[in-house]
């Protein structure tokens, strides 16, 4: 089971950015795909969730109006779009799979998750 995130870098505030994350190794419908951040210091939050086989979603308060979860079934790749980014969504940004369902997991909580990725950085100048 890989993930790979991409898609980070420097946005000054305001603008947009679109993170990716390709998985390998397991079938793309069988598990639940989310987001999570983490600053330097502080514990890794969730962001948002897609499930897969249904497209339910989950987004958490600070993500919901400016973000948007998707994914290309063909490409097995799951989007992050973020827009009107602040300087307080600088983190590292990365992606996971649900460790035993395929439905969307709420909450954001990472113990939910069984495989990570290696993460990207997002930095965004004021």
């Known amino acids: 089971v890989q993930l790979v995130e991409s898609g980070g870098g420097l946005v000054q505030a305001g603008g947009s950015l679109k993170l990716s994350c390709k998985v390998s190794g397991f079938a793309f419908d069988d598990y639940a795909i989310g987001w999570f951040r983490q600053v330097p210091g502080k514990e890794r939050e969730g962001v948002s969730c897609i499930s897969i086989s249904d497209g339910t979603l989950w987004y958490s308060d600070h993500a919901k109006g400016r973000f948007t979860t998707s994914n290309d079934y063909a490409k097995n790749t799951v989007y992050l779009q973020m827009t009107s980014l602040k300087p307080e969504d600088t983190a590292v940004y990365y992606c996971?799979?649900?460790?035993?369902?395929?439905?969307?997991?709420?909450?954001?909580?990472?113990?939910?998750?069984?495989?990570w990725g290696q993460g990207t950085q997002v930095t965004v100048s004021s």
């Open positions: 996971a799979a649900s460790g035993n369902q395929n439905t969307v997991v709420p909450g954001g909580f990472p113990d939910d998750y069984a495989y």
